[in-house]
């Protein structure tokens, strides 16, 4: 069975930052694009940013572009999303998912994947 766990969620003043990890068992890792979605209370589900398998391509919302960085780490079945210089807009729950199918730009353009966490809470206080 396939398991991602997030953490590294919590209560940040704007300009600040966190680092999300997401660990993941139960699936072929390295063969997986993974990424992180978001979502605000009241709102529709959120892209934030994906990767390929081998972390060479990488794609970001136009919102978070320049201020967050996703990385990953096969040995570690691992995904990471480093976050800077956080906005109250940033505020949401977020998870992270995995698709063996789907490529990291299918997950921006389509918001395909089979797998996703629970997710874990960012608040941004102003």
């Known amino acids: 069975q396939v398991h991602l766990v997030e953490s590294g969620g919590g209560l940040v003043q704007a300009g600040g930052s966190l680092r999300l990890s997401c660990a993941a068992s139960?699936?072929?890792?390295?063969?997986?694009?993974m990424g992180w979605y978001r979502q605000a209370p009241g709102k529709d589900r959120e892209f934030v940013s994906a990767l390929s398998w081998n972390g060479r391509v990488t794609h970001y919302a136009d919102s978070v572009k320049g201020r967050f960085t996703v990385s990953r780490d096969n040995a570690k079945n691992t995904v990471y999303l480093q976050m800077d210089n956080l906005k109250p807009e940033d505020t949401a729950v977020y998870f992270c998912?995995?698709?063996?199918?789907?490529?990291?730009?299918?997950?921006?353009?389509?918001?395909?994947?089979?797998?996703r966490g629970q997710g874990t809470q960012v608040t941004v206080s102003s």
């Open positions: 998912v995995a698709s063996i199918e789907a490529t990291a730009l299918t997950m921006k353009q389509r918001g395909t994947f089979e797998h």
């Open positions: 139960g699936l072929s890792f390295g063969d997986c694009a």
